[in-house]
T-cell receptor, first 116, second 111 residues
């Protein structure tokens, strides 16, 4: 159980375009979803926390107008990187916390974004 | 001072030996602690969590928590080459269940 999927797994786009990444909890309802970014050889950096039906809470230094997060249902959250630039190239990973399960976050497989 | 600190390694351990990974945290209000394993190019996967003082065993893995010393460790018995990965320690904070992450320790198991 506790499977989280992400789509796409890989995306290459031109500078200035927008990219949407989907995160789905497949076999449980996710009250809270987290979006992380990880640069090569660095640790996870939390970008934002989203609760279903409410606005996401962004970490300091993360532009909310650039990284749009929508958590419209208990099984789906999306991250849209708007007007992507080469410096946005990174590994984006979502995780989900199950309703009633305070202890663990289950991670999606990640999305590798390359902006040319 | 980082909230969760880990030695970045690499930690090199011979196959079959015990690998010991350590983590310290600064916030005494942290309530539960997690160990994740991350293979290169992959997302983290949960190994185990602990929230009570003492030891918690799961197969070849043992997590140890000492709240007085603000110290968490992960022991891997009978280390295998497939255990080679980066091990991330995380502490839970807040009502939104955010995790505070350490930078990770790279573990190399030598055959």
């Amino acid at each position: 159980g506790a499977v989280v999927s992400q789509h796409p797994s890989w995306v290459i786009c031109k500078s200035g375009t927008s990219v949407k990444i989907e995160c789905r909890s497949l076999d449980f309802q996710a009250t809270t979803m987290f979006w992380y970014r990880q640069f090569p050889k660095q640790s996870l950096m939390l970008m934002a926390t989203s609760n279903e039906g409410s606005k996401a809470t962004y970490e300091q230094g993360v532009e909310k107008d650039k990284f749009l997060i929508n958590h419209a249902s208990l099984t789906l959250s999306t991250l849209t990187v708007t007007s992507a630039h080469p410096e946005d190239s990174s590994f984006y990973i979502c995780s989900a916390r199950a309703s009633g399960s305070p202890w663990t976050q289950y991670f999606g497989p990640g999305t590798r974004l390359l902006v040319l | 001072q980082k909230e969760v600190e880990q030695n970045s390694g690499p930690l090199s351990v011979p196959e079959g030996a015990i690998a010991s990974l350590n983590c310290t945290y600064s916030d005494r209000g942290s309530q539960s602690f997690f160990w994740y394993r991350q293979y290169s190019g992959k997302s983290p996967e949960l190994i185990m969590f602990i929230y009570s003082n003492g030891d918690k065993e799961d197969g070849r893995f043992t997590a140890q928590l000492n709240k007085a010393s603000q110290y968490v460790s992960l022991l891997i018995r009978d280390s295998q080459p497939s255990d080679s990965a980066t091990y991330l320690c995380a502490a839970r904070r807040g009502s939104n269940y955010q995790l505070i992450w350490g930078a990770g320790t790279k573990l190399i198991i030598k055959p």
